[in-house]
């Protein structure tokens, strides 16, 4: 199993920035991918960006040129820049593991006031 650890979420002024941290801890050696996914009230839950063990990454549209996505091999950890925040970036973000199963964090509110 892995085990999921989210910080960094908070309220923000719209053009402000924060920072996610999701630290992975338990079977990480069978992790092949992490990254974010969000969900905002009355809306599916939608992926975010993503990163693999070779260190592709992947966007979502709405977040392509603001958001980076980066993780450190050394502590497990994987993090979200999120710049030039938006008030529709407004949502809890899950951080995610995928191996042969995937596994999510807990959940941080990220709330970006207009």
């Known amino acids: 199993q892995v085990q999921l650890v989210e910080s960094g979420g908070g309220l923000v002024q719209a053009g402000g920035s924060l920072r996610l941290s999701c630290a992975a801890s338990?079977?990480?050696?069978?992790?092949?991918?992490m990254g974010w996914y969000r969900q905002a009230p009355g809306q599916q839950r939608e992926l975010v960006a993503s990163v693999t063990r070779g260190a592709s990454t992947n966007y979502a549209d709405s977040v392509k040129g603001r958001f980076t996505i980066s993780r450190d091999n050394a502590k497990n950890t994987v993090y979200l820049q999120m710049n030039t925040l938006k008030p529709e970036d407004t949502a809890v973000y899950y951080c995610?593991?995928?191996?042969?199963?995937?596994?999510w964090g807990q959940g941080t509110q990220v709330t970006v006031s207009s």
């Open positions: 338990g079977s990480i050696f069978s992790i092949v991918a």
């Open positions: 995610f593991s995928k191996s042969g199963t995937v596994y």
